[in-house]
Structures are given as C-alpha cells and as structure tokens.
C-alpha cells in the first residue's frame, strides 16, 4: 500500500513577541517575530539546533507555535523519510549551526523541498537578509561573524550577485537511441528538442536537492516505459523512429537561461509540453503525480483508435489472435493458415526429376547437375527435425533451369518442395539472401501475371498460393514478399528485351486477387487463407512497430484499400462458407485500426448490405456451425463499421 502524510511547518517566535513591539524602535523596519521552525510529518516534528531533534509534535522546549503551515503531501515512504533525516545528521550538526546560513530555518527549508518540492515561506528564509539590510543589522555582521564564521550574506547589501562562471556545453547529441536528453543549457536547445517531438517532459532538477535524486531514477523509468509505442493501436500515427516521449534533464544551477524563461523557484520542478506548447506542470517528488501526467499528455497527443472499444470476440475465438499486438508479442505465426502437411519427400523429389528426365530439349550435363543438387536437398530435408537444413550452393541455378524446361502443369513438384521448404527457420535466411527473386517470380508466373488464374494448371496454381501462405510463417520474408521497395524484373509482353519491374507488394496483391476470381474452389479458399495471412501479418506489423503509420503510410492505406476492396467483392459473390468466414476474417482484421479512408472505403462498397444478406442476415443466427460464426461475425463488423473514426 502507498504511504503517505501530511506535511506542515510550525513556525515559533524565539523573541516572545518582543520583535513585533521593539523592532521598528530598534532597526528602523517592522519584524513579525524571530523565526524558528520545525516540520511534522508522520506525527514527528524535526527541527534543528545543536544537531538535528525529534519530539512529539507541539511539546519542543520552543513552546507554541505562532503559525501551522500547511505544506502539502508526501508520498514518500516513512522509511525514506528517516533515512533522508538521518543523512542530514552529517550536514546540521552542533559545530555546523550558524545564525545566518545553517540554521533551523535552512533544515526546515531542505526537509520540506525533499518531501513535497515546495520551499518554505520566503517571509522566514528571508529573514536573515532583512535583518542585515538595516543599520543595526549591518553593524552586528561582524559580532556575528565572530561567533559563527563568515557569512555568505556579508557582501549582499554592498555588491550585487555575480553568477558562478559556468564553463562552455557542447550542444546535447539529438540521436534518439535514448528516450532521455541530458546537457541541456540554453532556450535554445530546448527550442530544438520541443520541435523535433511531440510530447517531451522536462525535469527541473539540482544535484544538491534529495528530491530530485529520489525521482532521477523513476523519472529515467517512466520515460523509457512510455517512449515505445506498445499496447492498443493509436488513432493519430507515430513517425517511424521517433519516440512516443522523450525526457529532458535541465540542471537548474547551469542553466540559468532555461530555469528564468519558465519561472522555475523549486526543485524537482516537471514540465510538461505538446507540440512545443506548455501541457501542465507540478513540483515535489511524486512519482504518481508524473506517471499519471505521462499518461494524460500521451492520451491527448496520441488517442487510442476508436475500434479498441469494439468487442469481436468471434474474430478473435476465429483467428485466436488477440484484440491487440504489443512490443512483447511473438510473431503470430501460430495463428495463421499454413499449408505444413505433405506426402512422402521422397515422392515429391522423385516426381520432380521423372519430370526433368522427360524433356529431351535439356542438355544431360545441366539435367545431371540439377538432379545431384535435387538429391543433395532431398539429404538434408531427411533430416531430423531440429536439425538446421543447409541449402546446396547449386538450388538458385537449378530452379532457374527447371523453371525454364518444364511445362506449367508439371513444374508443380518443385514449387511444393520449396513450400515445405521455407517453413524451415534455418532456411529462411538462405532463401531471404540468394532465392526470394526465384520465388517472386513463380508468384507472378503462375498468379497475378498469368492471363487467368483458370488457365494455369491447378497443381501448380495450388502449390504457389500455398507458396505464397507459407512465405508469411516468417516475419522477415513477410516484410520482404510485401516490400514495395524491393521489385521483379520481367520482360514487357510486346518486347522481350524490354523490362519493367514490379514491386513485390504489386505481385503478391495481384496474386491473392486474381485467384479469389477463380471458378475452382480450392483456389478461392487457398487464396482466401493467403489473404488472412497478410492481415494479420498487417495488424501485427501496424500495432507493434509502427508498420507504416509514420513514413510511407499513403502507401500502406493505398494497399489496404486495394486489397479490401478485392475481399469485398469476393465476399459478395462467394457461396462456400469457409470462404465466406476467412474472407470476413480478412476484413475484419484490415479495417479493425486502419484510417477512415479504408473504412470509409468499406462503407461505400455497401459492405453492410453484403453482411445482411449473408446466410438469412444477422437476425437469423443459429447456436451451432458455420452459418451461426459467419452471423455473429457479420453482425461484430457491423457494429464496426458503425463506429465513427
């Protein structure tokens, strides 16, 4: 549980009333009282005099106190109360008091910035400068100098404050590698960071002030919490590479300039700013205080998407994904459709060189080094499982040469080898750095760039978009079969020696459309399991490292809106309800945190028209079996469409 207790001053007048009476007589000025404190917290009260004491509130030798100020609340734990009470011991000790500089006044003034960063009244710590301000106080500075030693305001009244020379600061590297900025000395510097970042936190802070070294290392922990985009999808993006929140420490003895501009009068002071603009504040070492102040101005700046609140526990009980992705979240490879089950290895690889040995136009040395490098792959996919699969130095070449050879309907058997292939984490790597381009191009051949997906032979039209739904099992070929950046090189249709390229997001899009058009059934529901891996491959990559919502977002909108608009239509002229379940699976998952647009999108295509009409509508949902999954999650995609973004 959260300690916590109140903090006040009690103020005594050591003179019994004579100062207030005498005073004017005496130096020329009125004076309330000669002031002597102490502080009360957790039913104790400390003050100072020969050393530091301790008493039942109200029963010190100084009788009653004048006045009972109220100084706030602490939050810090009696223990650390103690402990820092009793690090003081060293710093007031008898031999240590001195009537101007070190005196009751001075602990009560340490002892109350440490528990709630709020200093006492200046009318008290103000006192012994007043007092030396007058004739009669400036003729008993030496007396007192005498007696105590000298005094830091013995040259006050006679020479203005000249500032400690503080030596040049390098301008303060703005990498972002740390969410946390130090060196900071000038306005601007500041202006700098407040300009670069949305949400920044400045910590006024002193290395002689206990407080603020209590809350260094909480202040450091919530920064670096809150600076990674984590948890629920946001409705308003976070630039790539940028934190969520940066931190800015600004030692208040150098930097003058800084701490003047913003009026700073105590330590640990916490600032709180919004596109350059000033947020909130507050003082004192309350590390719920700036937590929940972290947690507002991040609110504010970054909102949640409004289809957080959207319970679709279908979708999730469909696809046993969760709601949302975190930074902790493991690729969610386990929740897509992966085609993993096969015949016999050895089947395979002997189908695929009956069919090399068939075409007599292929020279029989090339045919002969094809099959070695065939046999040397089929050894190292007969081994134990856990064992790494290393990939022959020859395979990039040897598909190459039977992608050239071999006709479309028998070149089936090594587009199942390669999917079986790719599954293996040991693999990926090698097929990542040397095959992919082989790869991509047998998802453009025999998909998005035959004429009709109906005129490529099913086997092999099978096998590439189960391919293509095994690619996604990794999240780094995911990011490379979806780049737009990376492309295939091909051959226009007009002129052989001319050649285009075509991002590898472009055949993969083209892949998944085109075979959803397909009359055959098992390639629509293939297909349709290609396009449930790509969204949640989508949500994962959107939710858990920023995917796009910063730099090149247009073209991930671009994208969602070109593949939901193919789901859409498939949807409305599908008959097979395990199609029908994974295509709105799909599209659940792309609009549930996309942008307006895409959901806008939806709503033009009458998506919610298409969702009443299938299977009886909505109104007509059974307790069991498909039709009752496809109206319960038709009637969640309703709800959210019906959200406003």
Known sequence: MDESSPVELYAYDLSQGMAKSLSVGLLGTHIDAIWHTSVIVYGVEYYYGQGIFSAVPGTTPHGTPIKKIDMGITHLPKEVVEEYINELRSEYTAEKYHLLDNNCNNFSNDVCNFLVGKSIPSFITGLPQEFLNTPFGEAMLPMIENMFGKSRHSSSSSSSFQPHQIPPHEPPTTVQQSAI?????????????????????????????????????????????KSEKSGAPLLTPVKKGTKMVVGVKVETGVAFEISSRYNVTATP?????????KFSEFKGADVRELKSSVDLLLYTAYPPHPHTRVNMPTLNSLCAIPSTFTANTPYPKSNMILFSTSSSIDQIFEKLKQFIGEVEAWDKNDKDRVIGVLDELRGQMRKQKGVSVQVPSGLNDAIDAILIHLSEKNVFPLIDILRILILEESVQKQFADTIFPKIMMVLHKFGGGAESIDEVPKP??????????????????????????LTLSIPTPTDAQTRIAIPYRAVSTALVVESLLSSELNIRQTAASFALNMAIFDAFQRSSDDGGDGEGEDEWVEWRCEVVAALIKALQDETGEEIELRLMASISILLRYSSSSVVQLAKVLELSDILKKKKGGVESATD??????????????????????
Request: hydrophobic fraction near 40%.
């Open 181 to 225: 900025i130090t060196g900071i000395t000038t306005n601007a510097q500041l202006d700098n960071i407040l300009s670069s970042n949305r949400c920044v936190v400045v910590d006024f802070t002193s290395k002689t002030c206990g407080p603020c070294q209590y809350m260094d290392p909480e202040f450091k922990s919530v920064i670096e919490e």
């Open 460 to 485: 092999t039209a099978l096998m590439t978009l189960r391919l293509a739904s095994n690619i996604l099992a990794s999240q780094h070929l995911a990011n490379i079969v979806l780049s737009e950046t």
């Open 624 to 645: 069991t079996g498909k039709n009752s999954k496809i109206d319960k999650l038709a009637k969640e995609m309703i709800d959210l469409l019906n959200w406003e973004i």
């Open 269 to 277: 002071t916490f600032m709180f700013f919004l596109d350059g603009v």
